[in-house]
């Protein structure tokens, strides 16, 4: 036998210079090809025609202070943020809360509570995420209730016609997925029954609402919710709304909910069988908690869309953000400001619909590693 | 032998679930049954008589937008409001999926381009688009940027025989000059087309014979287009144009899409298809890097892998959920009423709502065509995945 | 089948790859590490080695479905290079079977043998469904040519990547590790199919841990690790009296069992 060389491991050197750093970096992202180059060189082009005078109109030349249009007219080259910074309380909370000074406590204390409940939900370590979902599920809408509806304890009440601005549209959606959510569950439940008027019934009900657009339902709301009720009850316009979009969004949650339920697979449901437990045990501790959590970007997903839609509340003429921004742009005062107006309104909307699906995103990765592994 | 026991009728699960449907049954039942009576009674209470008797009084009111469809103030009736709605609708459908689709498809696939700054634009324009409110970003074009900046007629922006101003968006008109020589222009193109299928046949064939490939697709595209002109010049030029003209405050003739048809288009448009930009990137993400490397293995070229490999795979991802962005968008272009363009909601559901309070039969029949789409789109959908499952397993 | 198939290598042909002083990283990573190698036309050689050592990306390298930083690849005489030419060049004559096997599921089984010939070698239709099931039925699937990949099971559908490969007529086949995501019993069925292929003289390279196929197939067994060739023998020297301690130390391992 001969003598055994002992394995020594080369050490590892450095790879060549040109396949490394920013130039490298530069060379291989930006001018890879012949047509690669070209893009980004179009590429500039377009920002550098477009992209300063904007932020030159928008920021640098831009009217943040003032209370009147006087102060935009003598600088007609900048954006007019006088607007926006006068009417803001009118814009987020409404005509109500925006007349009455000594009442801003209460929309103010309503979005501190609903984000100190919500944000640390959104993280995966944070304790006691159960009480804090019940909170915000159960306690959360008895409290905005008390507190922006008011009439006891010694709040005035508003009324719900005078509600506006951000206020209201968070009102809309928040109401629209906290009761669409346990309606699409059973919904959700009941399309996958094996019983056939059940499910008949259910994906009836589905389909009828996910076919029609969201703005017939909200006329068909308006004109004709009164006439199915008996004589004497009554609801105002933004319940009637209400009562619409939690109808739409319903059918938009159970089919989530079912996408999330199809993916469990069935040997889950036959051990909960084979241990005895009956079908409403075996959903509720075994499949549903499973589904819903598989779901929950897609219901995301349909949060996101219903906080959009909700803007369609003010072609029946009630003052959301995006009616309440344009509102004021239209006013004697401020006639003429569009851009500003919808720009503001369109940021909000989009602040919060890009954090959501971003949201969505990464939970939506997370989980899909967490089944690979 | 144990003797049979009989099971207690309501651990059968049988029987459960026949009491359990029946109940539902009953109870779906009557609540219909007292919606409809409550609503009766209200409509006695109110002196309102529901009925489809208004469908043939005329309607008093003038329709600006009725491209298809002879309206006329005075003569036309209600049920002829709910046509034109019908078609406004299809029209703006139709515009803003074959652009949303276009565009849709360019974004997407730009989004995975190797150049980092283009797939990051195209990525800023996707989250843009997608997550604004469609409603906002219709107004917003046409009240904040079209309306006040775009010129009056008189100062139109010309391109061409095209114009664009406040009005809207003006282009000619192709108009039959003689019928015999148009006959003859379309007998003409007919053969061609026929010759040209019969040669793609042959091309086919002799590719699959001798492995020679012919440029089918370019060979085609020049005869239509050189051989189609050379005929319409043989045959006479049977076409004349019917270009827009400045009258005293607009523009006559041609074809026009007024303003809101336009803003609703342009917002349509770039709103589906951030929609369908995305899905096109998945579409494409989700066909493995493994297809890819065992194309280029066997020798395909870049071109060919993309053609024969990815592309097939890719589209049977992005079909499905892009017609139910079709859907979407049809459905989302009932946001009209906010800019004023004619189409089913904002002219039915809308001022024949107000004028003749006859809310059951016009909500009725508006939601009734959307759920034919639906159901037609479904229809589709379920076609299409069926025949994919057959060839795939 | 007893007839011995191992040759002398005076039997061999002429190089028909040859790899010199071969780098790559993998950003900072360095996965191989001068890498040099010889393959005779008619050689059968089978890479081993723990996972990470670069035997993979060695082969992949070989097709340029990875890119070298250093060194050369000459493969029959054509230096892999950027040039799409040459690649397409090799690509047609180096056959790659690969872990997952890759097939085409909106194909055929047929679909998928004769794609490349009809795309690429430009055969007529006929003749290259002619070809396609002659291969298909060496590996024993003809039956199967109008099924889709989904219809069959993993043994069949690695049988199947082998004959889509055959279909252009390689000169030179590449194996990366075929066999790992088989379960036991198919696995003999797709290393039936490559033994017939060594018996006709295929010139092969093998990533994979299947032992018995490398002392019954290879001429040459090549161990790598940290993206060095530490080691590399005829088979029987190789397992019998290895040189180094680090292949010992590999070999104690996976034959325990």
């Known amino acids: 036998m001969s003598e055994v060389k002992i394995f020594v491991p080369a050490p590892d050197r450095s790879p060549p210079s040109n396949t490394l750093g920013p130039v490298a970096w530069l060379r291989e992202n930006l001018f890879g090809s012949i047509s690669s180059s070209i893009a980004t060189l179009l590429f500039f082009y377009l920002c550098f025609s477009y992209l300063p005078p904007f932020v030159d109109w928008a920021f640098i030349k831009a009217n943040w202070t003032g209370t009147d249009r006087s102060v935009c007219e003598a600088n007609a080259a900048g954006a007019c943020w006088t607007f926006i910074n006068v009417r803001l309380e009118q814009i987020l909370f409404g005509l109500y809360f925006a007349s009455k000074p000594e009442e801003l406590w209460r929309p103010t204390l309503i979005f501190v509570l609903f984000f100190a409940l919500l944000l640390p939900l959104l993280f995966e370590r944070t304790p006691g995420k159960k009480w804090l979902s019940i909170a915000l599920l159960g306690v959360f809408p008895v409290v905005f209730y008390f507190v922006v509806y008011g009439g006891s304890f010694g709040i005035p009440q508003s009324n719900t016609t005078q509600w506006g601005g951000f206020l209201l549209t968070f009102a809309l959606a928040f109401v629209g997925i906290l009761l669409a959510l346990p309606i699409g569950i059973l919904l959700a439940l009941g399309r996958r029954s094996e019983m056939p008027v059940i499910r008949s019934i259910c994906v009836i009900y589905i389909e009828f609402w996910r076919g029609t657009p969201l703005i017939t339902i909200l006329f068909m709301a308006s004109v004709m919710l009164p006439l199915f009720f008996p004589a004497g009850v009554e609801f105002d316009k933004v319940v009637r709304a209400m009562i619409g979009i939690t109808m739409f969004q319903s059918a938009y949650t159970a089919e989530a909910v079912r996408g999330g339920l199809a993916a469990i697979p069935k040997g889950q449901a036959e051990a909960a069988m084979a241990l005895g437990l009956g079908y409403w045990r075996r959903t509720v501790l075994i499949t549903l908690p499973q589904a819903l959590k598989i779901s929950i970007p897609s219901i995301v997903n349909t949060f996101i869309a219903l906080f959009k839609d909700t803007s369609l509340v003010s072609i029946i003429g009630l003052l ?15 006639k003429g400001y569009d851009i500003e107006g919808y720009l503001f309104a369109g940021f909000i909307y989009w602040a919060f619909c890009y954090g959501m699906s971003r949201y969505s995103q990464n939970l939506e990765h997370k989980l899909d590693t967490n089944r690979r592994n | 032998m144990t003797e049979r026991t009989r099971i207690p009728l309501h651990r059968d699960p049988r029987v459960r679930a026949i009491l359990v449907q029946v109940l539902a049954a009953v109870v779906v039942g009557y609540g219909f049954y007292s919606l409809f009576q409550t609503t009766v009674d209200n409509l006695v209470a109110r002196g309102i008589q529901t009925g489809t008797n208004f469908f043939d009084e005329v309607a008093p009111f003038q329709i600006g937008f009725t491209p298809f469809f002879d309206y006329k103030l005075g003569e036309s009736k209600y049920i002829d409001v709910f046509f034109v709605g019908i078609q406004n609708t299809i029209l703006v459908a139709v515009l803003g999926i074959i652009a949303a689709t276009l565009l849709g498809f360019f974004i997407g696939v730009i989004r995975l381009s190797p150049n980092w700054l283009v797939s990051r634009g195209a990525l800023v324009y996707i989250e843009i688009f997608r997550n604004v409110p469609l409603l906002l970003q219709i107004m917003f074009w046409n009240f904040a ?25 003006h282009t000619p008109l192709p108009v039959i000059e003689n019928t015999t020589d148009f006959a003859i222009w379309i007998a003409l193109l007919t053969f061609l087309v026929i010759g040209l299928v019969m040669f793609a046949r042959r091309a086919k064939a002799l590719f699959e014979e001798t492995g020679r490939r012919l440029p089918v697709p370019w060979i085609s595209a020049a005869a239509l287009i050189i051989g189609g002109y050379i005929f319409y010049l043989v045959s006479g030029s049977p076409l004349s144009f019917d270009e827009p003209v400045l009258g005293r405050f607009n523009f006559k003739g041609g074809g026009q899409l007024p303003l809101p048809l336009f803003s609703l288009w342009f917002a349509l448009t770039l709103y589906t298809s951030a929609f ?74 809308g001022i024949t709502l107000n004028q003749t309070g006859q809310a059951l039969v016009i909500i009725g029949m508006t939601v009734a065509v959307y759920e034919c789409l639906s159901l037609l789109t479904s229809f589709v959908l379920n076609w299409y995945n069926k025949r994919i499952q057959l060839t795939e397993r | 089948m007893t007839t011995d198939i191992h040759m002398a290598s005076a039997e061999l042909g002429d190089t028909i790859i040859k790899i010199d002083e071969l780098n790559k990283w993998y950003g900072q990573f360095h996965v191989l590490k001068d890498i040099n190698l010889d393959v005779k036309r008619g050689e059968r050689i089978v890479i081993c080695g723990p996972s990470g050592s670069g035997k993979s990306t060695l082969i992949r390298c070989i097709n340029r479905l990875e890119t070298h930083q250093e ?8 230096e892999l290079t950027e040039d799409t ?15 997952h096997f890759n097939l085409f599921p909106h194909l055929t089984v047929l679909e998928n043998c004769t794609l490349a010939p009809i795309w690429v070698r430009k055969a007529p239709k006929r003749e290259a469904e ?11 699937i003809p039956e199967q040519a109008n099924k889709y990949p989904g219809q069959l099971s993993g043994g069949q559908q690695q049988r199947v990547a082998i ?16 066999t790992s995501a088989l379960d036991p019993e198919m696995i003999a069925e797709v290393l039936d199919v490559m033994v017939g292929l060594a018996e006709d003289g295929m010139t092969m390279l093998c990533v994979t841990h299947e032992m018995g196929f490398a002392r019954k197939v290879a001429n040459r067994v090549i161990f790598m690790d940290g993206g060095q060739i530490v080691e590399q023998n005829e088979p029987e020297e190789f397992f019998n ?17």
């Open chain 1, 320 to 334: 959301d953000l995006l009616n309440m921004a344009q509102t004021a742009a239209r006013s004697v005062e401020w």
């Open chain 2, 145 to 169: 940027i079209f309306l006040p900046t775009l010129p009056a007629p008189k100062n139109s922006i010309a391109m061409g025989a095209f114009y664009l101003n406040a009005r809207g968006f």
């Open chain 2, 276 to 349: 369908i930009a995305e899905n096109v990137r998945a579409g494409i993400q989700s066909v493995s890097h493994g297809q890819t490397e065992a194309a280029l293995a066997l020798g395909l070229s870049r071109k060919d892998t993309v053609n024969l490999v990815t592309i097939p795979q890719a589209l049977r991802v992005i079909i499905p959920p892009t017609i139910s962005q079709y859907l979407n968008l049809t459905k989302n272009s009932s946001l009209a009423v906010a800019v004023g363009y004619e189409e089913l909601v904002a002219v039915w559901a």
């Open chain 3, 71 to 78: 060194g050369s690849i000459v493969v029959d005489g054509i």
């Open chain 3, 85 to 99: 030419k040459h690649i397409n060049e090799i690509r047609r004559e180096v056959g790659m079977v690969f872990q």
């Open chain 3, 130 to 140: 002619e070809t396609a099931m002659r291969y298909l039925e060496r590996v024993k």
């Open chain 3, 163 to 178: 004959a889509r490969s055959l279909c252009m007529n390689p000169r030179v086949m590449l194996f990366d590790e075929p």
């Open chain 3, 241 to 257: 009296n290895p040189q180094n301690d680090r292949t010992e130390l590999f070999l104690s391992q996976i034959l325990q069992h």
